[in-house]
């Protein structure tokens, strides 16, 4: 038994559906019987598909899988460092232990050594060395929410950076940014509540280290050279509202 | 080893591309669409024991993207640009001369207004049917054809240098 005939595609509904989808099979079957410009039309659907999927088809940036193969695998550390979603009896007995050894832990994160912050903010950076190559600036928005999520006020529009990432640093929740200066990338990374953030310089694993006190944490300036330090640290400074007195003397390393 | 571990790496390898020209048609912003890609992938791993069909991924993921563009706009708001207030060479807009004719489509599609552009972007990049579509977007297929009309003929519009860039339904 043979199936019914579908109804013949009219001229309009011939013309709406080449809009929807230009690539139907059935509108080739049907553009043969209908008006003398059916073709032609359908030819030129064809033609504007093909510019529309060659516009569409951008490059691709070169880190693309490995950026998102770094995030799962951090989430994968967060995760496994203890932070996951427990049942609701485990996360009141996480509780009341934190309560517990909350007084303890607050008086260990004073005494936290600076010295060690840095060995962990140094070792972050392999874990994200896509975050060097970043060209196209972040949406000042973006980093001025990132900011004020962390617990600054920027007094004025954000220092202008071409990376940015929530990012899990030595156990803190931290700010990770990339500037792309004169002399290569500059990493920044804010680290909120460090009550005895100090200012140091210092060289480790062949990375400049620079670390000022920042709001109510600390300011991490990374890079191969510190020459770009002062300037980036002017410029933090001010965007936070905050007046220079003097930077460190930036000799060449 | 989570057996999801290396599932998901596969469909980063595979599935990057496409939800990364996703995402920056819909945001229009490199670094932002990389952010919103890793972030739904993110957000599928926590959410991994959840997918019961492993070929609905890829839909699944762009969903997630999308719902995360829209969150993304829920809590900031962007300085937007009009545009069609941006100045040009001409009184209509740039020649494709000056451009490439690629750089001409994809100023076009940027001006296609976002509720017209994502079931086109579903569409071409995507490979989904109407009825997928309106499935992710949770409309009716009648709905997502005529959005979809909307889309290509505000694309033919602004590309046809004898027009005014606005859409005439048919008659």
Redesign the interface.
């Known amino acids: 038994m043979s199936s019914p005939e579908a109804p013949r595609m009219n001229y309009?509904e011939f013309?709406?559906r080449l809009?929807?989808?230009?690539t139907d099979p059935a509108l080739h079957a049907a553009a043969q019987g209908l008006s003398a410009d059916s073709t032609e039309r359908l030819s030129q659907a064809v033609q504007?598909?093909a510019?529309?999927?060659?516009?569409?088809?951008?490059p691709?940036?070169a880190d693309?899988?490995a950026?998102?193969?770094a995030?799962?695998a951090q989430?994968?550390d967060r995760v496994a460092s203890g932070l996951r979603p427990r049942p609701w009896w485990m996360a009141l007995a996480a509780a009341l232990l934190l309560s517990l050894g909350l007084g303890l832990w607050w008086s260990q994160l004073r005494s936290l050594p600076m010295a060690e912050l840095a060995t962990a903010v140094v070792a972050h950076l392999a874990r994200e060395p896509y975050a060097l190559t970043?060209s196209?600036?972040?949406?000042?928005?973006?980093v001025r929410?990132m900011l004020i999520e962390h617990g600054l006020q920027p007094a004025s529009e954000p220092v202008p950076v071409?990376?940015?990432?929530r990012c899990l640093v030595a156990g803190r929740w931290t700010v990770h940014m990339v500037m792309q200066e004169a002399d290569g990338p500059v990493t920044v990374l804010y680290m909120p509540a460090l009550p005895n953030a100090q200012r140091m310089d210092l060289r480790q694993d062949a990375t400049a280290v620079r670390s000022l006190p920042y709001g109510d944490g600390a300011l991490w300036l990374m890079a191969e050279s510190n020459r770009d330090f002062d300037a980036v640290e002017q410029a933090w400074l001010r965007s936070a509202g905050q007046t220079v007195a003097g930077g460190w003397a930036a000799g060449a390393d | 080893m989570?057996p999801y571990?290396l599932q998901?790496?596969q469909w980063?390898?595979e599935l990057?591309?496409e939800l990364?020209?996703f995402a920056?048609?819909l945001c229009r912003?490199?670094?932002?669409a990389?952010?919103l890609?890793?972030?739904a992938?993110?957000r599928a791993?926590?959410a991994r024991t959840e997918l019961r069909d492993p070929r609905a991924a890829k839909a699944w993921l762009m969903t997630i993207v999308r719902r995360e563009h829209a969150r993304l706009y829920e809590?900031?708001?962007?300085?937007l640009t009009d545009l069609d207030a941006l100045p040009i060479e001409d009184a209509a807009q740039p020649s494709a001369e000056s451009l490439g004719?690629?750089e001409l489509?994809?100023a076009a599609?940027a001006r296609i207004e976002l509720k017209y552009r994502t079931p086109l972007?579903l569409?071409?990049?995507g490979g989904f049917s109407?009825e997928e579509i309106a499935e992710q977007l949770g409309i009716s297929s009648g709905a997502v054809?005529t959005q979809?009309?909307r889309a290509?003929?505000k694309?033919?519009a602004l590309?046809d240098p004898a027009a005014d860039g606005r859409v005439y339904e048919?008659a």
């Open positions: 309009a013309r709406r809009l929807i989808d230009p504007l598909e510019r529309l999927q060659q516009a569409l088809a951008l691709l940036p693309l899988a950026g998102i193969e995030r799962l989430e994968r970043r196209s600036q972040v949406p000042p928005t973006l929410r071409e990376y940015l990432q | 989570d571990r998901f790496d980063a390898r990057s591309a990364y020209r920056y048609w912003d490199p670094a932002q990389q952010d890609v890793q972030e992938f993110v791993w926590r809590r900031v708001q962007p300085e004719d690629t489509v994809r599609i972007l569409q071409v990049i109407c054809m979809l009309f290509r003929a694309l033919k590309l048919l």
